[in-house]
Nanobody, 129 residues
């Protein structure tokens, strides 16, 4: 059974850091790529970072470049998102997602939620003083 389980969210002060984790199991272990998304209340879900599982190549949204780092464990069973210099605008539910296990031609950006087949339940990040 495919499963993604996020952890590591919490409440932090502006300027602080968090590391989010996403444990993959089942089919998601073979996903070609994985990503992190966030969604604040009354906002659309936003892709913030993605990584190709095999090569480790990464993609970031312009809004988080230089502050967010996506990486995976050497066994590729855990995905991480290191978030630095947190700002109240970063407050959101953060979701881990995994793409398909086989290649299918697509023009979708890896920061587009439609490119993903599997989703976790999310972990809340709240930034306030």
């Amino acid at each position: 059974q495919a499963q993604l389980v996020e952890s590591g969210g919490g409440s932090v002060q502006p300027g602080g850091s968090l590391r989010l984790s996403c444990a993959a199991s089942g089919n998601t272990l073979s996903s070609l790529y994985r990503g992190w998304f966030r969604q604040a209340p009354v906002e659309q879900r936003e892709g913030v970072a993605a990584i190709f599982t095999r090569s480790g190549s990464t993609i970031y949204a312009d809004s988080v470049k230089g502050r967010f780092t996506i990486y995976q464990a050497s066994a590729k069973n855990t995905l991480y998102l290191q978030i630095n210099s947190l700002d109240p605008n970063d407050s959101a539910m953060y979701y881990c997602a995994a793409g398909p296990t086989t290649y299918t031609p697509s023009t979708l950006s890896l920061l587009d939620s439609r490119a993903y087949d599997y989703w976790g339940q999310g972990t809340q990040v709240t930034v306030s003083s």
